[in-house]
């Protein structure tokens, strides 16, 4: 019998058969350095500031993309993507499926060519299938902190 890792299972779970496999992820989590995360909240309940908080302390730069606030995690906050003024490996977009495919749009034609996320429960399937056309990684329905433990304990 074959043992599936955990990684496998949240992957088969997912709700987009089409996210890039364990060998993609684990690339992306070991290449990529710099994420904006889109909707990052002021909030330390809610998943938009504990999966950037997470990832923050495990030596990923964030940076922030909120226009409602100033500072979050004690780093400036940009009101929208363009504004980031630095080199991005990775947009993580927490904002609401009938918003997403805006931001996963932006992210797309990004200068930087990023990486795309979409956490757990949010989707922009057109949008995801565009970016994935134009050869960009791009994930939907999953969640980075859960991945990331999981490529970091796969049993």
């Not at 996210?19 to 990529?32: K, R, V, Y």
């Not at 990832?55 to 100033?70: D, H, M, S």
């Not at 956490?119 to 057109?126: D, R, V, W």
């Not at 056309?133 to 990331?148: E, K, N, P, S």
Request: charged share 25%; aromatic share 6%.
């Amino acid at each position: 019998m074959v043992r599936m890792t955990r990684l496998q299972r949240l992957l088969l779970a997912g709700g987009d058969p089409d996210n890039p496999g364990p060998q993609a992820l684990w690339d992306l989590f070991h290449t990529m350095r710099r994420i904006a995360v889109v909707g990052m909240s002021r909030d330390p309940q809610k998943a938009a500031r504990r999966v950037p908080s997470y990832l923050a302390a495990r030596g990923f730069e964030i940076l922030p993309v909120n226009p409602y606030a100033e500072r979050i995690l004690g780093r400036p906050v940009h009101p929208a993507l363009e504004d980031v003024p630095r080199p991005v490996d990775l947009v993580i977009i927490f904002r609401p499926t009938g918003e997403a495919g805006g931001f996963v749009r932006a992210a797309t034609h990004h200068p930087d060519e990023p990486a795309i996320w979409l956490q757990e429960g949010i989707f922009a399937h057109p949008e995801i299938a565009e970016a994935r056309a134009l050869g960009r990684v791009a994930i939907q329905d999953l969640c980075a902190y859960t991945v990331h433990r999981a490529l970091e304990h796969p049993e």
